[in-house]
């Protein structure tokens, strides 16, 4: 990848600069805990990780943290994993979500759409009535701090509510959207045990109605922890037998409680994926949680009381955790429930339009789709209140930023950005106030020490490393669940860096400060010892319209060799025949190297992903390798296992 002095894309104007959260934080902070007050964001980025404790005393204070019981100290101990933030205060998530509400009762809080793409309002006064309603049905129903409460929901207005009141009671939320069948949530919910289920009796997705009643049955059977089941009619039918209705739960008028709980003191469990053995369940804290998207979402997105903040997720992603969390900042928050491209595959933008989103998030693999299908934005909608169009889930091939500067608008921030649901939160991506270069993310984020790392732990820069982090986040996980002594935590981030947080992609950090990412760097490709990120080969790949989707997989021989094949799903009407195989091979050859031409290109059915749209390339490497599909992967966390056994069966074939 050349870093050599590239042109931006987009370089925000000196008002933009002025105005931005970021930018006033800075002169605050070099006012009142000695940060730099010059050399932009650079300076501050590097007194942030210098200055670790400061800088997040500073955040605090900045968006107003109300501590109940004050801290004895930032960090008492900052080792990895274990790191102790704020020890001594006491706090509640939920109580700072709802601040808004004090100061903007009628203003909307919540803009829910459905397939219908009309915008309905929750405003900030009926949704802290809903929320200290349904707190106050939970504590009766027996539900203490540390307990957890579970939803089988789409992203409606209810769940907002239902994770609101569990942070509220000091409970412990804990989701999964209902297209995940009975087998997925339960390799979830039955690690954490909780004693709630929200559930609703179907959903509309592609202009469809999905019974789910039958699934909800499965899961109530199979969790003798729960004491209550709610029942949210989506689609209108009565509670099954024994279960509560959510009107009922909701319906008094009554003054939020919000319980004080330790800043340490777990908010949610996440989840990874799965694919390769039951999901790890991720616990993280309150007060983490808080302090972190604060930042994030303040900062970074520069989001405020004035702006919408739409993202295309779901409750099985962390992305639907990290947009409720735009309630922190005073912001209108978005949730669409429904099909990403129904009626046509313009829908996303048409709810950016109706709902006047100032930052709109999608997937990466949304916009190439847009790409692909000629769609036109910025001519078919008015974008005008978009300010940022935000990207993650997979990185944005460079295609994918000219796209959006193109058929958006020339004057648009694209921010693409990386973290993980680790740690609910981004390493590096948006900045509002430095320049965008095609096919990169803008810098590490603040009070995050990013790197890149060589095997002996080295920092390299312009080169191609493992990402890790060599400080401690106020959002890692406090543990994981059901891993008492902390091995499974520690030998997932810890193991090949003693101390140092090695999250599992290639990356480059350029010597401008920006950062690329390559793809994940357990299912590296390695050839005559050059490691490529499988990311690049999609990117150049992808944009050759008979292809619709590809996975690149590198295996290890037993004779020392390596074989790297590579699987296209293709466009409708396509065929893999020697014309398009030598222009694959070109493009490849032409975009990154001879190194990178696979020795094999084979068509196949289609690409496997997990729940949340990942493609996934450790499982169908262990396939190849000749491990039993039953071994090789986690059933209930695929899109669709059917595609497996193509990969299964030339597994058998090659032995």
């Known amino acids: 990848?050349?870093?050599?002095?590239?042109?931006?894309?987009?370089?925000?104007?000196?008002?933009?600069?002025?105005?931005?959260?970021?930018?006033?934080?800075?002169?605050?902070?070099?006012?009142?805990?000695?940060?730099?007050?010059?050399?932009?964001?650079?300076?501050?980025?590097?007194?942030?990780?210098?200055?670790?404790?400061?800088?997040?005393?500073?955040?605090?204070?900045?968006?107003?943290?109300?501590?109940?019981?004050?801290?004895?100290?930032?960090?008492?101990?900052?080792?990895?994993?274990?790191?102790?933030?704020?020890?001594?205060?006491?706090?509640?998530?939920?109580?700072?979500?709802?601040?808004?509400?004090?100061?903007?009762?009628?203003?909307?809080?919540?803009?829910?759409?459905?397939?219908t793409h009309e915008p309905q309002p929750v405003t900030w006064s009926e949704l802290r009535r809903q929320v200290a309603s349904l707190a106050a049905e939970l504590r009766?129903?027996?539900?203490?701090?540390?307990?957890?409460?579970?939803?089988?929901?789409?992203?409606?207005p209810e769940a907002v509510v239902a994770l609101l009141a569990t942070a509220a009671v000091g409970a412990v939320w804990t989701s999964c959207a209902p297209d995940f069948g009975a087998r997925s949530v339960l390799d979830r919910f039955q690690q954490v045990e909780p004693v709630i289920l929200f559930a609703v009796d179907g959903y509309r997705y592609g202009g469809k109605e999905h019974d789910r009643r039958e699934t909800v049955a499965d899961i109530r059977r199979e969790l003798p922890s729960l004491r209550a089941v709610v029942h949210i009619p989506l689609l209108g039918t009565a509670a099954p037998e024994g279960a509560l209705e959510w009107s009922a739960l909701t319906?008094?008028?009554?003054d939020p409680v919000f319980e004080q709980v330790p800043f340490a003191h777990p908010l949610w469990v996440l989840y990874s994926s799965g694919t390769t053995g039951l999901p790890k369940a991720i616990v993280q804290s309150q007060g983490g949680i808080l302090v972190e998207h604060l930042k994030q979402l303040g900062l970074h997105c520069d989001l405020g009381p004035e702006d919408r903040f739409f993202w295309y997720t779901s409750t099985g992603w962390m992305m639907w955790n990290f947009l409720v969390s735009g309630l922190l900042t005073g912001t209108t928050v978005v949730l669409y429930d429904g099909s990403p491209g129904y009626p046509d595959t313009g829908a996303q933008w048409r709810v950016a339009e109706r709902t006047g989103a100032t930052l709109y998030g999608t997937s990466a693999a949304y916009v190439m789709a847009c790409r692909k299908a000629d769609v036109h934005p910025g001519r078919d909608f008015d974008l005008s209140k978009v300010q940022c169009v935000a990207t993650t889930g997979s990185p944005l091939p460079p295609d994918g930023f000219r796209w959006?500067?193109?058929?958006?608008?020339?004057?648009?921030?694209?921010?693409?950005?990386?973290?993980?649901?680790?740690?609910?939160?981004?390493?590096?991506?948006?900045?509002?106030?430095?320049?965008?270069?095609?096919?990169?993310?803008?810098?590490p984020g603040l009070g995050t020490d990013l790197q890149s790392w060589d095997p002996n732990g080295e920092p390299l820069l312009d080169e191609v490393g493992e990402l890790v982090v060599t400080n401690p986040m106020p959002s890692m996980p406090i543990h994981f669940w059901n891993d008492p002594d902390g091995s499974r935590y520690h030998d997932s981030y810890f193991d090949t860096y003693?101390?140092?947080?090695?999250?599992?992609?290639?990356?480059t950090v350029t010597s401008r400060g920006s950062v690329v990412i390559h793809g994940r760097s357990d299912s590296t490709l390695n050839r005559q010892g050059v490691r490529m990120g499988s990311a690049d080969i999609y990117e150049a790949v992808e944009r050759l319209p008979e292809i619709k989707e590809s996975l690149v997989i590198g295996i290890e021989q037993p004779d020392g060799?390596?074989?790297?094949?590579?699987?296209?799903?293709?466009?409708?009407?396509?065929?893999?025949?020697?014309?398009?195989?030598?222009?694959?091979?070109?493009?490849?050859?032409?975009?990154l190297s001879p190194r990178h031409i696979p020795d094999e290109v084979i068509e196949v059915p289609g690409i496997p992903h997990t729940l949340t749209g990942k493609r996934i390339e450790v499982p169908v490497k262990r396939l190849l390798q000749g491990t039993p599909l039953e071994k090789a992967v986690n059933a209930g966390s695929i899109d669709n296992l059917d595609l497996l056994h193509f990969y299964e069966d030339l597994a058998r074939k090659r032995a």
């Open 1 to 115: 990848m050349s870093t050599v002095n590239p042109q931006p894309l987009w370089q925000p104007d000196p008002q933009r600069i002025a105005r931005s959260q970021v930018t006033r934080f800075q002169a605050w902070a070099a006012e009142h805990h000695g940060a730099p007050a010059d050399g932009g964001y650079p300076a501050l980025h590097r007194w942030s990780v210098d200055e670790l404790e400061t800088f997040w005393k500073a955040v605090t204070q900045w968006f107003d943290v109300r501590f109940s019981t004050p801290c004895t100290r930032v960090l008492g101990d900052r080792s990895m994993p274990g790191a102790e933030w704020f020890p001594g205060a006491t706090l509640n998530y939920a109580e700072h979500a709802l601040r808004a509400a004090d100061t903007r009762a009628d203003e909307p809080a919540l803009l829910y759409v459905d397939e």
């Open 140 to 156: 009766t129903l027996g539900v203490r701090p540390g307990d957890r409460v579970s939803g089988y929901l789409p992203n409606i």
């Open 251 to 254: 319906s008094t008028d009554t």
């Open 404 to 443: 959006l500067h193109d058929e958006v608008r020339e004057d648009l921030w694209i921010a693409s950005v990386s973290g993980g649901t680790d740690v609910c939160s981004c390493f590096a991506g948006a900045v509002p106030t430095l320049p965008v270069y095609i096919g990169e993310l803008q810098a």
């Open 498 to 507: 003693p101390g140092v947080w090695r999250h599992g992609d290639w990356i």
């Open 561 to 591: 060799g390596y074989w790297m094949p590579l699987f296209v799903h293709l466009a409708p009407g396509a065929a893999l025949d020697p014309a398009l195989l030598d222009r694959i091979k070109q493009t490849i050859r032409e975009n």
